[in-house]
């Protein structure tokens, strides 16, 4: 189950994961600095980007630090061969240029541009005296209660710092036997308290300072007879990559949660301090959490952008963000009230964010009070704060049903909300279920057991996304409805797999890891390939958010050499050199940034003239593979095929406005539209299909499946378009 074939062509036949990582966040950048984009859209994508720097940190650049302690063996480093210290060289060097195009991007354009627009960030200099009346009242009533000074000196050691929390270090003087003495002192901004502070408010116009300026300003209160002689702004992130030993935990709630207070005190692996902070207060810091100099980002501008995405949910400023989303219901169920009618007669498929997230919401409502209904079984990844659909188990199982939910403890960054969720839905009667201990549970499941006139029936919705309302309109996902026996079968000994210790059952539709996702996956592509060999139409279409298991893409190079075009649409990190002489000439590898994150799964192999397409909860990464629970589940209903190829996956190969191409070198160069070519912005058009899907009932009666062609990686590079030209 854990067979780690060696890869089979040389080291530099691969890119790096965590370089190929930080390009994709140089790809959220570049929608940052993109004139075409609104203010506030632009200002969203800067602090995207900081949420996603902070996770690497934390999680991939302390693990290579544990490398580089622990001494890793060269047999093994990852398939590009690059060794951990060599890795944390090439990342400070890629990372520090990143923070600063950021700062560039934030200072020279974004606030500028918002100011235009009636967003003004104001330092506490500019504020007029009603504003400073207004900013002082607040801070003397709930920003001073609630700060602590703390010294720095023999009898009070460097206090500690909390990962991720903003602080201001200060250096105090004070006057011992008419000597003046100089001390450190650190006091730390509330992250109780909101960070943008609003100090006037017009028609159309709102001026804000950020509340570290605002304490800045009254530190000699919090000091008493002490001087403030300099200060700035810090911040410091830590390993939260911390290991658990399943195996040996009696409560594995009652870990995960030890494991979180853990991670606030973990080792230190980053220092971001203001650009402009003496080399007094980087030597004092450094030295205090035992970092080296590349480990100190020096930020040109607010240290945590993460925080601003509070200026992104302002009201009355519409025209600087995109034009909302209006999520269409499926036509099957806009014609319906019953879901499980609808479900009866056909499979669905639904394209979230274009199409609404309701109909799952209705799926789970509808189940927990229909009399008929006998059980309910579901995955639960991530979900939002006061998600409907855990209310709904709760109800169901109040209403006596037999409610079990499989609640993933260890999704990162979710895992005090999860605990939560877990212990209300104990509490209300439902069976929960952590899992199996070594993997994370990561495939999006629910099963519906229901007893009709026939017997009884199996209802089944599967995912590439999270049952997660609020991110059903941010992120790209494909579900499936069915009523399908064999699903039915199928995912009930999935969730036989989870709740017990069921072995041995031979999947009639779904392919699950860890079981052999891989081989089966291999497998796929080299029928392809052997098609290709015997002159029969070949082609593999993939649409993930990384790539990274080297027996794949050695599969995927065998592949390209027999002479099968592949097209590799892959979000973030990608180690597959595509354009290899030789070796992967026939392999075209795109990334679409835009204003939803991508995120379905689809995968299609044209398999000779009979397309097979699949959708999946995993990604083509040794973890997906090996450390987690995944399905992968076939479309097969003809109209639902022709859908996601001819509608989605067409549209997504010939995006000439938000895709980048990857070269072989490890950058990307942004598509653009050759001469006489209409642009296609591949998210817009998939808005303006679903529009038009839900004004015509009839749209299933579509004409016969036509194989997506391609010629050559670079003669029509989007079957259906013109040829596009790249840029850098």
């Given amino acids: 189950m854990t067979d780690r074939a060696q890869p089979a062509f040389p080291p530099d036949h691969y890119l790096n994961r965590e370089l190929s990582w930080l390009e994709f966040n140089a790809r959220v950048i570049e929608e940052a600095a993109d004139g075409s984009n609104p203010w506030l859209e632009r200002l969203k994508f800067l602090s995207i980007f900081s949420s996603n720097l902070d996770e690497f940190f934390e999680i991939r650049v302390a693990g290579l630090q544990q490398q580089v302690y622990a001494g890793v063996e060269p047999q093994d480093f990852g398939a590009d061969g690059m060794a951990p210290a060599d890795q944390l060289i090439a990342i400070e060097r890629r990372a520090h240029d990143l923070v600063a195009g950021q700062s560039r991007v934030l200072t020279r354009e974004v606030f500028p541009g918002l100011a235009e627009v009636g967003i003004e960030r104001v330092r506490w200099g500019d504020l007029t005296p009603a504003e400073k009346r207004q900013a002082v009242g607040f801070f003397r009533a709930s920003v001073f209660p609630v700060l602590t000074p703390l010294a720095i000196d023999p009898g009070h050691p460097f206090p500690h710092v909390h990962n991720k929390s903003l602080n201001i270090a200060l250096l105090v003087e004070r006057k011992n036997g008419g000597l003046p003495r100089r001390h450190f002192a650190v006091v730390q901004v509330p992250a109780v308290l909101d960070r943008v502070m609003i100090v006037s408010r017009a028609e159309k116009k709102v001026r804000f300072i950020l509340l570290e300026e605002v304490i800045a300003e009254h530190l000699g209160e919090l000091f008493g007879h002490l001087k403030v002689v300099s200060h700035t702004v810090f911040r410091v992130t830590r390993n939260t990559d911390l290991s658990i030993q399943e195996d040996d935990a009696e409560d594995l709630l009652e870990t995960i949660e030890e494991s979180l207070r853990q991670r606030m005190r973990s ?37 945590d952008l993460t925080a601003l995405m509070a200026l992104h949910r302002l009201e009355g400023f519409a025209g600087a963000k995109d034009e909302p989303v209006v999520a269409r219901v499926p036509p099957p169920f806009a014609a319906a009230d019953d879901v499980f009618q609808v479900v009866r007669a056909r499979d669905v498929l639904v394209h979230l964010p274009y199409e609404s997230f309701t109909c799952v919401m209705d799926f789970i409502n509808q189940a927990a009070d229909d009399p008929q209904v006998l059980a309910i079984k579901q995955t639960l990844y991530r979900t939002s704060g006061g998600s409907p659909i855990i209310a ?5 199982a109040q209403n006596g049903k037999q ?19 877990a212990r209300m839905l104990e509490q209300a009667g439902v069976h929960v279920v952590y899992g199996i201990v070594g993997l994370k549970t990561h495939c999006k499941a629910a099963l519906v057991v229901r007893r009709e006139a026939e017997g009884i029936r199996r209802y089944v919705h599967l995912s590439t996304g999270n049952y997660n309302p609020a991110t059903a309109r941010l992120y790209t996902d494909l579900g499936l409805f069915t009523a399908d026996p064999d699903f039915g079968e199928d995912v009930s000994a999935l969730f036989n797999l989870l709740t017990g210790y069921a072995e041995g059952y031979e999947w009639k539709k779904l392919l699950v890891a860890p079981i052999d996702l891989r081989e089966r996956i291999i497998s796929l592509i080299e029928r392809e390939e052997q098609h290709a060999r015997a002159g029969r139409p070949a082609r593999i279409i993939v649409k993930m958010n990384a790539l990274v298991e080297s027996t794949v893409i050695d599969a995927l190079y065998r592949a390209s050499t027999a002479g099968v075009t592949i097209d590799l649409v892959v979000r973030g990190i990608c180690c597959l050199k595509p354009g290899l002489p030789g070796v992967s000439e026939r392999i075209r590898v795109t990334s679409i940034v835009d204003k939803f994150l991508e995120h379905s799964r689809i995968f299609y192999f044209e398999n000779g003239g009979t397309p097979d397409v699949w959708l999946a909860s995993a990604d083509w990464m040794p973890r997906n593979f090996w450390r987690r629970i995944e399905t992968v589940f076939p479309v097969q209903d003809d109209n639902l095929k022709l859908r996601i190829v001819n509608d989605i996956l067409r549209l997504v190969l010939a995006d000439n406005v938000k895709a980048r191409e990857l070269q072989a070198d490890g950058t990307y160069r942004r598509r653009v539209p050759a001469e006489g070519e209409a642009p296609v912005r591949s998210q817009v058009a998939l808005q303006l299909l679903a529009r038009e899907a839900s004004r015509d009932k009839k749209s299933d009666s579509r004409p016969k499946l036509v194989p997506v062609v391609r010629r050559r990686p670079d003669t029509d590079p989007a079957p259906g378009s013109g040829r596009a030209r790249t840029r850098r």
Avoid: C
């Fill in 392 to 396: 709904a188990l709760a109800r169901a």
């Fill in 403 to 421: 409610v079990t939910a499989l609640v993933e403890l260890k999704a990162r960054a979710d895992e005090q909300a999860n605990i939560a969720w």
């Fill in 267 to 303: 080792d230190p692996v980053r220092l971001e301090i203001a650009a402009d902070a003496s080399d007094l207060f980087v030597e004092m810091l450094t030295e205090a959490h035992d970092l080296e100099p590349r480990d100190v980002y020096r930020v040109d501008g607010p240290v």
